[in-house]
């Protein structure tokens, strides 16, 4: 169940938060001490809460329905939450998606019923972790505006949040915290004497705190939490030092999620900046996934599909590379599969590239859902068997190796099409230079075909 402290009306936010167990309660992490108060006091997020944004407004206005802030780790959504509770003197209650269940929501909102114009907001952190059932039950009250649902969630909510709840909330996406930001804030928790850490007299140069945050990628919790440790076990002088930094540096681990926002964002990214052509930009996401546990073996299978989809014919060695790289990373393994990895991404990287293969069959494909499906021409079918021969099948088929260039002139289409069409990038330019020499070919045989076939055809005047 909620916490009574949380379920208090914020009649009087500065009195309010002097309450046993509130926020600047010296026995709390410093992280959650040094929580911002006002929507003003919050930092980093100025595309949703700068002058003139959405969210700043409806909230200066108290005129919101339900909001879903989505957002990796330590970026804010719960400090936004509790600064708009607090703004709008709203009932406050927070639910833990992970450790409730259906039978706590419904006592919350059965007790939010019992308290008419309190005007509750229900904060739901990890929202993703709801079931559709549990989710569903939300969506009576919500409509009613019994309560104002902020739903919290470091998942994508396309995926993870039921459409009906979805389309009835604003959501705001948040980013992480730039390095500057986050060393901003470390910087007033050293000096904050009612909240933070200015009374143990620590200090820590600029630059020793933005390596911190740089340390926490974007987390401000989690470089808070590490501010505090290293400042209370420092028994010798109050200054913290790099050296200090040393133990963070070692266990730093990237922020990367084995089937979520992280890995599909990442692994889009190293797709892209390899069509794109960008070598240092495909390593570093190549080296972000390794660090992060990525499956090598799902790297390899993107790296062949590259290879097909965006190298193309202007390298035709690109594929059978790509190839080769995914069996290797099979009987291989890391760490030595790396260097393949990056072997095969650097040459895709750097290749020619050309999409005419994913054009051709995208034309093809549409051609056939738009237009009647051609018949097999008679000359091309199969003539096994009896039957088939008596119904000439085969007939008038020029075996292509008994003229030059094995260019016959015969029609393969009942009606001709262009779904090819080559691109003039690496080796592909010389395939359309003989595509085009192909098709002057192709017209004078199909041309001197027609000829002698007239010239065979019985006198008419006759």
């Given at each position: 169940m909620p916490n009574e402290d949380q379920s208090e009306l914020f009649s009087e936010p500065e009195a309010a938060a002097q309450e046993p167990g509130r926020a600047d309660d010296p026995g709390r992490p410093l992280a959650v001490r040094m929580r911002p108060r006002r929507l003003s006091e919050v930092v980093g997020q100025d595309h949703i809460l700068g002058p003139g944004s959405l969210l700043a407004r409806v909230v200066a206005q108290n005129r919101f329905g339900s909001l879903l802030f989505y957002g990796p780790p330590g970026s804010g959504k719960t400090s936004i939450a509790e600064a708009i509770a607090r703004e709008t003197r709203s009932r406050f209650v927070r639910?833990?998606?992970?450790?409730?269940?259906?039978?706590?929501?419904?006592d919350v909102l059965g007790a939010a019923r019992r308290v008419p114009g309190a005007r509750t907001i229900l904060f739901i952190d990890e929202l993703h972790r709801f079931n559709k059932t549990q989710q569903d039950l939300l969506l009576p009250d919500v409509e009613q505006g019994v309560v104002r649902l902020i739903g919290a969630t470091t998942h994508n909510p396309g995926f993870y949040v039921n459409p009906p709840l979805l389309s009835r909330s604003h959501l705001f996406r948040l980013e992480p915290l730039s390095a500057d930001a986050v060393a901003?804030?470390?910087?007033?928790?050293l000096g904050d004497e009612e909240r933070g850490l200015g009374k143990t007299g620590v200090r820590a140069s600029p630059e020793v705190l933005r390596q911190l945050a740089v340390f926490c990628d974007g987390d401000l919790r989690r470089a808070l939490n590490a501010l505090e440790v290293i400042a209370v076990g420092k028994d010798?002088?109050?200054?913290?030092?790099?050296e200090d930094l040393t133990m963070f540096a070692r266990e730093r681990r990237i922020r990367y999620d084995a089937d979520e926002d992280e890995h599909y964002d990442t692994i889009s990214a190293f797709i892209k900046s390899c069509r794109g052509s960008d070598p240092d930009a495909a390593m570093y996401w190549l080296a972000k996934m390794l660090a992060g546990g990525e499956d090598p073996r799902f790297v390899a299978r993107r790296l062949v599909i590259l290879a097909s989809e965006d190298v193309g014919l202007a390298d035709p060695q690109a594929l059978p590379l790509a190839v080769a790289a995914h069996h290797a990373v099979d009987f291989i393994g890391l760490p030595e599969a790396e260097l393949t990895l990056a072997h095969a991404t650097l040459y895709i990287a750097t290749a020619p590239k050309s999409n005419s293969a994913t054009l051709a069959l995208g034309e093809a494909r549409r051609v056939l859902s738009e237009q009647p499906v051609q018949s097999v021409p008679a000359p091309l079918r199969d003539k096994g068997g009896q039957a088939s021969k008596r119904m000439g099948q085969g007939e008038g088929y020029l075996y292509a190796h008994d003229f030059e260039e094995a260019i016959s002139g015969q029609a393969y289409l009942e009606k001709p099409l262009a779904l090819y069409k080559p691109r003039e990038s690496g080796a592909e330019a010389a395939i359309a230079e003989r595509l085009r020499r192909w098709a002057g070919l192709r017209a004078l045989r199909a041309g001197n075909s027609l000829a002698k076939r007239g010239s065979k055809s019985p006198d008419s005047s006759k």
């Amino acid at each position: 169940m909620p916490n009574e402290d949380q379920s208090e009306l914020f009649s009087e936010p500065e009195a309010a938060a002097q309450e046993p167990g509130r926020a600047d309660d010296p026995g709390r992490p410093l992280a959650v001490r040094m929580r911002p108060r006002r929507l003003s006091e919050v930092v980093g997020q100025d595309h949703i809460l700068g002058p003139g944004s959405l969210l700043a407004r409806v909230v200066a206005q108290n005129r919101f329905g339900s909001l879903l802030f989505y957002g990796p780790p330590g970026s804010g959504k719960t400090s936004i939450a509790e600064a708009i509770a607090r703004e709008t003197r709203s009932r406050f209650v927070r639910v833990n998606a992970v450790m409730s269940n259906a039978a706590e929501l419904r006592d919350v909102l059965g007790a939010a019923r019992r308290v008419p114009g309190a005007r509750t907001i229900l904060f739901i952190d990890e929202l993703h972790r709801f079931n559709k059932t549990q989710q569903d039950l939300l969506l009576p009250d919500v409509e009613q505006g019994v309560v104002r649902l902020i739903g919290a969630t470091t998942h994508n909510p396309g995926f993870y949040v039921n459409p009906p709840l979805l389309s009835r909330s604003h959501l705001f996406r948040l980013e992480p915290l730039s390095a500057d930001a986050v060393a901003g804030v470390l910087a007033l928790a050293l000096g904050d004497e009612e909240r933070g850490l200015g009374k143990t007299g620590v200090r820590a140069s600029p630059e020793v705190l933005r390596q911190l945050a740089v340390f926490c990628d974007g987390d401000l919790r989690r470089a808070l939490n590490a501010l505090e440790v290293i400042a209370v076990g420092k028994d010798g002088p109050l200054e913290i030092t790099a050296e200090d930094l040393t133990m963070f540096a070692r266990e730093r681990r990237i922020r990367y999620d084995a089937d979520e926002d992280e890995h599909y964002d990442t692994i889009s990214a190293f797709i892209k900046s390899c069509r794109g052509s960008d070598p240092d930009a495909a390593m570093y996401w190549l080296a972000k996934m390794l660090a992060g546990g990525e499956d090598p073996r799902f790297v390899a299978r993107r790296l062949v599909i590259l290879a097909s989809e965006d190298v193309g014919l202007a390298d035709p060695q690109a594929l059978p590379l790509a190839v080769a790289a995914h069996h290797a990373v099979d009987f291989i393994g890391l760490p030595e599969a790396e260097l393949t990895l990056a072997h095969a991404t650097l040459y895709i990287a750097t290749a020619p590239k050309s999409n005419s293969a994913t054009l051709a069959l995208g034309e093809a494909r549409r051609v056939l859902s738009e237009q009647p499906v051609q018949s097999v021409p008679a000359p091309l079918r199969d003539k096994g068997g009896q039957a088939s021969k008596r119904m000439g099948q085969g007939e008038g088929y020029l075996y292509a190796h008994d003229f030059e260039e094995a260019i016959s002139g015969q029609a393969y289409l009942e009606k001709p099409l262009a779904l090819y069409k080559p691109r003039e990038s690496g080796a592909e330019a010389a395939i359309a230079e003989r595509l085009r020499r192909w098709a002057g070919l192709r017209a004078l045989r199909a041309g001197n075909s027609l000829a002698k076939r007239g010239s065979k055809s019985p006198d008419s005047s006759k």
